[in-house]
């Protein structure tokens, strides 16, 4: 347990030198998070990170709530947009101009990257994943709130794996300094690193959730609503 809490502080260590150098202007430098990584320590990290991480941003989200309704629509438009705009751009250049820039074709799919992991972020709050809840409304309100937290411990449960196993990739492309294909200066990791802050989100809005389902379990509320696709 000893060498899983050091390991962990290792791993905070090295993340936090990357970081420190990415504000400064230089390079981070990926070698120590990705050795600190590789070793089992990486899984209390990642506990850690999704909890206390989550806890952070559900927090973050109920002092600022103008953050909590425009961050991740915000993202998801920003990138589709951007995704359209190249596609369009290049199909016109290709066809008619006989031109295309080589990136254009491996841009728009980290983009969607970002776009759909901050989609199923938001849309984890919105409750608008499988959620059985014309089959739940039917159910006493105990088991009702006992698939509830069984909700939250899966999606908990999901974004631990993720934020491992991601920051592992992160730190790997960074390590290898790989660029996207068709640029000389772009780096991978810049567009992997949006998968565990994704996940990050996501451990909030199940905070958000759980915050949620625990105060309507106390005051008698209806436990289970009906959701809409890109409703609020």
């Not at 899983?4 to 970081?19: E, L, N, R, V």
């Not at 953050?67 to 993202?75: A, C, D, G, Y």
């Not at 059985?132 to 039917?138: P, V």
């Not at 991601?166 to 690193?193: D, E």
Request: hydrophobic share 50%.
């Amino acid at each position: 347990m000893l060498e899983m809490i050091t390991g962990s502080w290792d791993i905070i260590a090295a993340m936090s030198s990357a970081f420190f150098e990415f504000i400064t202007g230089k390079e981070p430098d990926f070698f120590p998070l990705r050795s600190a990584l590789r070793s089992e320590a990486a899984w209390l990290w990642g506990l850690i990170a999704t909890l206390v991480g989550g806890l952070i941003v559900a927090l973050i989200y109920r002092k600022v709530p103008w953050i909590e309704r425009n961050l991740e629509p915000t993202l998801m438009v920003v990138s589709y947009l951007t995704i359209g705009a190249i596609i369009f751009v290049e199909v016109i250049r290709r066809f008619v101009f006989s031109e295309q820039f080589p990136w254009s074709t491996t841009i728009p799919g980290y983009l969607f990257l970002i776009m759909t992991w901050t989609g199923c972020s938001y849309n984890v709050r919105l409750r608008t994943h499988l959620s059985f809840s014309e089959f739940r409304s039917k159910m006493p309100r105990t088991p009702q709130f006992a698939l509830l937290w069984l909700d939250a411990l899966l999606w908990w449960g999901i974004c631990w794996l993720v934020i491992v196993t991601s920051t592992r990739v992160v730190a790997n492309a960074g390590s290898n300094f790989m660029f996207v294909t068709g640029t000389n200066n772009v780096f991978v990791w810049w567009f992997l690193i949006s998968l565990p802050l994704a996940f990050i989100l996501l451990s909030g809005r199940v905070f958000q959730n759980l915050f949620d389902d625990i105060r309507k379990y106390r005051t008698g509320q209806p436990m289970i609503e009906q959701t809409v696709l890109g409703g609020q």
